[in-house]
């Protein structure tokens, strides 16, 4: 059973989801390090698909077509508070070292990523990155088709940053 299926408070964040993956790491860091260093890992070939992306964006007419991504981040800066930005993300939904959900919406589709936690052995933290797409028009499904492959490398990249930020630290 998945951390993010046993979570009640978060039954609802899959209800009518279009496309939902999950990447598993394991790892001693805390809630607040994993996510700080999975939302820090920003290598420069990332930061050229977010370049493109914006062409991407503009041809669709999204409302959101410059996406900044953020700079280095420390665990304190990651905040559990409800409305409050990390990165391009809002935090909709955050319990202290259990989950933290955050979203990033536009006209063309809603994306949710949820980082879960729970015990995993030998005193170490199983992780889970959720990511939820709902598409809102045919420009959904055709963005994230288009997306999809990068998507899933960045995601998995950024788990595997997240579950050595203890590294880094």
């Given at each position: 059973?998945?951390?993010?299926?046993?979570?009640?408070?978060?039954?609802?964040?899959?209800?009518?989801?279009?496309?939902v993956?999950?990447?598993?790491?394991?790892?001693?860091?805390?809630?607040?390090?994993?996510?700080?260093?999975?939302?820090?890992?920003?290598?420069?070939?990332?930061?050229?698909?977010?370049?493109?992306r914006?062409?991407l964006?503009?041809?669709?007419?999204?409302?959101?077509?410059?996406?900044?991504?953020?700079?280095?981040?420390?665990?304190?800066?990651?905040?559990?508070?409800?409305?409050?930005?990390?990165?391009?993300?809002?935090?909709?939904?955050?319990?202290?070292?259990?989950?933290?959900?955050?979203?990033?919406?536009?006209?063309?589709?809603?994306?949710l990523?949820?980082?879960?936690?729970?015990?995993?052995?030998?005193?170490?933290?199983?992780?889970?990155?959720?990511?939820?797409?709902?598409?809102?028009?045919?420009?959904?499904?055709?963005?994230?088709?288009?997306?999809?492959?990068?998507?899933?490398?960045?995601?998995?990249?950024?788990?595997?940053?997240?579950a050595?930020?203890?590294?880094?630290?």
């Open positions: 059973m998945t951390i993010i299926g046993s979570t009640p408070e978060l039954a609802d964040l899959l209800s009518g989801a279009d496309h993956d999950v990447k598993t790491a394991e790892s001693r860091a805390s809630l607040r390090q994993f996510v700080a260093g999975a939302m820090s890992w920003q290598p420069g070939w990332v930061r050229g698909l977010f370049r493109a914006a062409v964006a503009r041809m669709l007419r999204l409302r959101h077509p410059q996406v900044t991504v953020g700079g280095r981040l420390r665990a304190e800066e990651i905040s559990f508070t409800p409305g409050d930005r990390i990165a391009f993300f809002t935090v909709v939904a955050a319990a202290e070292d259990r989950y933290l959900v955050l979203e990033a919406a536009d006209t063309h589709l809603t994306g990523l949820a980082v879960v936690t729970g015990p995993a052995p030998d005193g170490r933290s199983r992780f889970e990155v959720v990511t939820v797409v709902k598409y809102h028009r045919w420009t959904g499904p055709l963005y994230f088709n288009l997306i999809r492959p990068f998507h899933h490398l960045i995601v998995s990249a950024m788990t595997r940053a997240g050595r930020s203890l590294q880094k630290m």
